[in-house]
């Protein structure tokens, strides 16, 4: 894959434009404004630099990742691309507008469309295109320069070259462990996280401990790199709320509902890391 397109340059495009820049692709970035585009940049340009200073980037691989990535407001840009890597919000309305956009201007039918989703369904953003067989989900993890992981899911109707040709792109240009999961809410490890992490929440909201205590124990005492708590400020509360609430509209178990402080807490854009509060501060 010479040619990448990624939409949505937030927390996950941003990390996936670096890594396919990295690997040697000319990567087309679309964003919906100037000012996400500045915002996409500038977490791109100090992603890079830490790996750089940290010794685990060369500096010349840096640069030419830097001359690879090209920032656009307009889909007909995507025109000539091999494939597109969709990571826009996590809201179905607005994912199913972006696959159509995308699907409209790339001109190659066998393209490949795939799409970072933590839980939509592959087959409602595969429906709305004319090449449902061409459309995937890839499914990264945060931060995605760093975590080794790629979910891959096929829907009912995605072919077995594109899947074939999806995971030698993953394995073998950008160095990730692939797994498969069904199409199904939470694919493997949302299904797995997700519940954990409202646990913690619960935990918190019902003052059976403090933050500090629920994420030291998780920490020190099971050697995770970081607590729930903070992971969620991570992830972003907005995007752990969304993946609940489709976990919980497919399975319907309890255990699966969000509590409503990460509901409260979402509406009060107290996001995590991205807004500077979250279940922890980040203000510097
Ligand atoms: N390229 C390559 N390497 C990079 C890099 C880059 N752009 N940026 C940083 N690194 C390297 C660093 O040099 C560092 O290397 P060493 O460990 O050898 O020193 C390493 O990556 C970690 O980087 P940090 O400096 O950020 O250090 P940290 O030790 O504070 O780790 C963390 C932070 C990586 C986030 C770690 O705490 C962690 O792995 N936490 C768990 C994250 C997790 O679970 N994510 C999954 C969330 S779920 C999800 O994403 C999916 C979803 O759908 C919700």
Redesign the pocket.
């Known amino acids: 894959m010479d040619r990448v397109g990624v939409v949505g340059c937030g ?2 495009g941003s ?1 996936i434009a ?2 396919a820049a ?1 690997a040697g692709a000319n990567v087309i970035i679309v964003e919906q404004d100037t000012a996400a585009m500045g915002r996409g940049l500038e977490r791109i340009e100090k ?2 630099s ?2 750089v ?5 060369p500096e010349d691989e840096a640069n030419r990742a830097r001359a690879n990535m090209l920032f656009s407001v307009d889909y007909a840009d995507l025109w000539d691309r091999e494939i597109v890597i969709e990571a826009v919000a ?1 809201d179905e309305a607005i994912k199913l507008d972006v696959f159509r956009k995308i699907d409209a201007e790339v001109k190659d039918p066998e393209a490949l469309l795939a799409t ?4 939509i369904p592959i087959i409602k953003l595969a429906m709305v295109t004319k090449r449902p067989e061409y459309v995937i989900g890839m ?9 080794k ?1 790629v979910e891959m899911i096929s829907s009912l109707l995605t072919s077995p070259e594109t899947s074939a040709r999806v995971r030698a792109y993953a394995t073998d240009t950008l160095h990730k462990r692939v797994i498969t999961s069904p199409d199904r809410a939470g ?1 493997v ?2 299904a797995l ?2 519940p954990y992490l409202l646990s913690a929440v619960r935990m918190l909201e019902s003052g059976f401990a403090s933050a500090e205590d629920i994420d030291t124990g998780m920490v020190v005492g099971c050697a ?3 607590g729930p708590l ?2 969620t400020d ?3 509360l907005d ?2 709320l969304a ?1 609940a609430q489709s976990l919980y509209e497919e399975f319907k178990e309890p255990h699966l509902a969000p509590p409503p402080l990460l509901s409260r807490m979402t509406q009060a854009g107290l996001l995590g890391r991205k807004t500077g509060q979250g279940f922890f501060s980040y203000k510097s």
């Not at 499914?139 to 975590?147: A, D, G, I, Q, S």
């Open positions: 927390l996950m990390g670096e890594i990295r992603s890079l830490r790996a200073a940290a010794g685990k980037v996590e970072n989703t933590s839980s499914h990264f993890f945060n931060p995605v320069p760093v975590l992981l694919f490890v949302n996280l997700i995770h790199p970081m903070a992971l991570l992830i972003g995007t752990t993946v």
